[in-house]
């Protein structure tokens, strides 16, 4: 007569044994897949014992010989990887169920993104709306550390942030460039200076206007070498300083561009020698993994700026 299984209905504790199992069994044995599973050999084993008894039968040789499956364990192996493709399947058609995506994206950028001739934000944004019309966006503004903060902390699900330095709890995916110059406004000393010679190049004598955060504009105005003389938070104090014809300061080409209307208003300086390009990125958190919308808006991003 046929031995019955022990196992009448299979539990959570029943599926992570077989889990556990199916692991040592890829790794080749105990020693082998304790980094693999984070646990101890000793405990490794208990669990496979508790399984043995659980259904009633030994699954593997171990000892000095090595490890290696009984033909029941084989028997045991084949139906576990059964067992989890079937599940894997059943995940699977949830998601598909789920692929009507509801809910909101909480996005993060930072200043002037709207206005870069290099920057198709806008784009993803409509891609997106067309295969997740229901998703309700919410935009916030703020500095890059804020932003990244906000992404690790799971405050905001994505953001769009100039890279300066990373942090290891966050991916990155390059999306464009954004090229910087130092500017002057009219009025200023250097407004009418000409920069074709490199030796002309000392700004030590006048004031700086620049960031108050980490970024890749306070690593530019660093390397100059001159006195920052103030600080702002946003790229629109930023070009009010530099207009007033007192400031220097770092400005986008593309920013600088639309602050000129029929008179010149603003002008670049030594811009062979100031002249730098900042990278943007999206940023997600690494742990835990996005969920389906974020990745879906990433995709967009991914798509618009190829």
């Known amino acids: 007569m046929a031995k019955r299984a022990l196992i009448q209905n299979l539990s959570d504790v029943d599926v992570r044994l077989l889990r556990i199992f199916m692991t040592v069994t890829e790794c080749g044995g105990f020693a082998a897949s304790e ?33 290696s499956l009984t033909p029941e364990g084989e028997h045991v192996l084949e139906a576990a990887q059964n067992l989890f493709s079937s599940i894997n399947n059943f995940q699977a058609k949830i998601d598909d169920i789920h ?26 944004i409509n891609a997106f ?46 999306l464009y460039d954004e090229h910087m ?8 000393p250097l407004f009418d200076a000409k920069w074709d010679n490199a030796s002309q190049f000392d700004l030590s004598g006048y004031k700086y206007a620049g960031y108050a955060f980490n970024s890749p504009n306070m690593s530019a105005g660093r390397s100059l070498g001159i006195r920052r003389a103030a600080r702002v938070q946003e790229e629109e104090a930023l070009s009010l300083l ?13 920013v600088a561009g639309s602050l000129t209307g029929e008179e010149e208003a603003v002008r670049p300086v ?23 919308k974020t990745l879906g808006f990433l995709d967009c991003l991914i798509e618009a700026h190829s």
Do not use: W
Request: proline share 5%; glycine share 8%; hydrophobic share 35%.
């Open 99 to 124: 692929a009507h995506l509801t809910g909101t994206l909480r996005l993060g950028v930072f200043d002037q993104s709207s206005t870069n001739p290099n920057a198709k934000v806008h784009e993803a």
């Open 242 to 254: 530099i207009l007033s014809g007192r400031y220097l300061g770092y400005l986008a080409d593309h």
């Open 129 to 174: 709306d067309q295969i997740a019309p229901e998703v309700t966006l919410e935009i916030a503004l703020a500095t890059p550390s804020t932003l990244e903060s906000r992404v690790t902390d799971g405050t905001l699900d994505l953001a769009i942030v100039p890279l300066y330095k990373k942090s290891t709890m966050l991916r990155y995916v390059e």
């Open 181 to 188: 110059t130092l500017y002057c406004g009219r009025g200023h």
């Open 35 to 67: 980094l693999e599973l984070n646990i101890g050999r000793s405990t490794i084993s208990k669990h496979i014992s508790d399984l043995e008894l659980r259904i009633g039968l030994t699954l593997c040789n171990r000892g000095p010989s090595g490890f």
């Open 270 to 292: 030594a811009p062979d020698q100031t002249r730098y390009v900042s990278t943007f990125a999206a940023i997600t958190r690494k742990k835990p993994n996005p969920d389906r």
